[in-house]
């Protein structure tokens, strides 16, 4: 999975953890684990928003998610 983006790898390990009944499964439940709002987790997963906040928003998504960073 080394050429997809972080929205490719992301959307593939919440359908992973979906299918494998563990959490999360979408990004209302990564939103409701960091008490932010869906929207800015779209956003944040989307790569629409840059800079140090949103990296750092990436990296705790990925490892919650279950996925490399």
Avoid: C, H
């Avoid at 709002?37 to 140090?52: C, L």
């Amino acid at each position: 999975m080394t050429n997809l983006t972080y929205k490719e790898r992301m959307t593939v390990q919440l359908m992973r953890n979906k299918k494998a009944g563990l959490k999360p499964a979408n990004q209302a439940d990564i939103a409701k684990k960091f008490g932010l709002s869906p929207m800015y987790v779209s956003i944040v997963v989307n790569e629409i928003q840059f800079g140090k906040k949103s990296n750092e928003w990436r990296r705790k998504f990925a490892e919650y998610a279950g996925m490399e960073v």
